[in-house]
């Protein structure tokens, strides 16, 4: 089991990046909270990894801290969760907006998600509203992160940042024409690319 990983950050082509440790390059994919929390390329980083092994592929993916990790590990234990749909999940709220959720029996939140409906969203309040009640006992449950102020000055041509940004969506579960629509929605001048992804993920709840 691979559960952490340290070494410099190669590339960020949102959900993935690529870590180079020790002259061996890891890409991970990791949810959107954990990914406005890296530094920038060719700096280093530490992640905390969750290591997939399927019969056509062997998958890695990161989280900024444990206390992600462990609710991704939760959420893909649960009846019809894998981990892309761990991953979206993780992406369109943070672990503290999802915790919440569960334990307020919050379905039309859950719902907004892509690739849940309100009987997957029913499933998972009642399959993990005490499994979940650990989380709520300790002090250091991940609340939604704002995004650093480099991020929305970043100069990123606006094709680029649009194109990545629908990408992202798309890899993350979104219908291309949704994905599409909610770039545009929010896209202001000068955005960057991650900022545009975090403000559309924003607009879809």
């Known amino acids: 089991m691979i559960g952490r990983i340290e070494g410099r950050l190669l590339e960020k082509q949102p959900p993935e990046v690529l870590i180079d440790v020790n002259g061996i390059g890891y890409e991970i994919q990791m949810p959107m909270t954990s990914f406005y929390q890296l530094p920038a390329v060719g700096e280093n980083v530490a992640v905390y990894t969750h290591f997939v092994v399927r019969e056509d592929a062997q998958l890695l993916f990161g989280f900024a801290d444990k206390m992600e990790r462990e609710l991704f590990r939760e959420l893909i234990k ?11 999940i993780l992406s369109g709220m943070s672990a503290g907006q999802f915790l919440i959720s569960v334990q307020n ?80 929605s929010v896209y202001q001048d000068g955005m960057g690319s991650e900022s545009l992804i975090r403000e559309a993920l924003k607009a879809a709840l």
Request: charged fraction near 25%; hydrophobic fraction near 45%; charge should be positive.
């Open 105 to 184: 029996e919050d379905v039309s939140a859950l719902v907004s998600l892509p690739g849940i409906g309100k009987k997957t969203a029913e499933r998972l309040v009642v399959e993990l509203k005490d499994r979940l009640a650990k989380f709520g006992k300790q002090q250091t449950v991940p609340m939604p992160v704002d995004v650093d102020a480099k991020f929305m000055n970043t100069i990123v041509p606006v094709n680029d940042a649009r194109e990545e940004a629908q990408s992202a969506l798309i890899a993350l579960g979104y219908k291309p024409a949704q994905a599409s629509k909610l770039v545009e």
């Open 78 to 88: 649960a009846n019809g969760v894998g981990p892309k749909l761990g991953l979206t």
